[in-house]
């Protein structure tokens, strides 16, 4: 599976931006969809995932209640709706995907390249 994120960008605090996540290949809706994130010195971090079927989401409690994670089976494609933007949500957004059930970086197999999101003050 290749895995290309795009919809990275500037945006002022309080503000909203949509990512995506475009999977080749096949078997996109057999894959555990996640987004993790990461700034300079800092270890990446666990910020959404969603299950194979789209019906079962877990989140940050960082991010919970203003970013949404969803998939599109049909389109392969994730995505990860950020509204209420805070300057410490600034990081590169890395989207990957699982063939179990984790929420650990180091347990998906497959890495897009990331975007960089950069919300300011």
């Known amino acids: 599976v290749q895995l290309q994120a795009s919809g990275g960008g500037l945006v002022q605090a309080g503000g909203s931006l949509r990512l995506s996540c475009a999977a080749s290949?096949?078997?996109?809706?057999?894959?555990?969809m996640g987004w993790f994130r990461q700034t300079p010195g800092k270890e990446r971090e666990f910020v959404a995932s969603?299950?194979?079927?789209?019906?079962?989401?877990e989140y940050a409690d960082s991010v919970k209640g203003r970013f949404t994670i969803s998939r599109d089976n049909g389109k392969n494609t994730v995505y990860l709706q950020m509204n209420s933007l805070k300057p410490e949500d600034t990081a590169v957004y890395y989207c990957?995907?699982?063939?179990?059930?984790?929420?650990?970086?180091?347990?998906?197999?497959?890495w897009g390249q990331g975007t960089l999101v950069t919300v300011s003050s």
């Open positions: 990957a995907a699982a063939n179990t059930y984790t929420n650990i970086g180091r347990g998906y197999d497959y």
């Open positions: 290949g096949r078997a996109f809706s057999s894959y555990r």
């Open positions: 969603v299950s194979v079927s789209g019906g079962s989401t």
